[in-house]
């Protein structure tokens, strides 16, 4: 079963950023993330959108 979330840590090594910028991409209006407790998860199949809308409008 493939994952439906992936954390901050997870999110960094898949696009090649450092942490602190995977976390200041968390505070950007519009980016999907939930919060439970102090975690901060990233929804997959938001995130995929949310690439490709901004991938293709720049």
Do not use: D
């Not at 954390?7 to 976390?23: D, F, H, R």
């Not at 950007?28 to 995130?47: D, H, K, N, S």
Request: no cysteine; charged share 20%; glycine share 6%.
């Amino acid at each position: 079963m493939e994952k439906s979330t992936m954390s901050v840590q997870e999110l960094s090594a898949q696009m090649g950023i450092s942490m602190p910028k995977a976390y200041e991409l968390t505070r950007t209006p519009g980016f999907p993330i939930l919060r439970i407790g102090t975690r901060i998860l990233i929804p997959v199949e938001a995130y995929k959108e949310w690439l490709m809308k901004n991938a293709m409008s720049k």
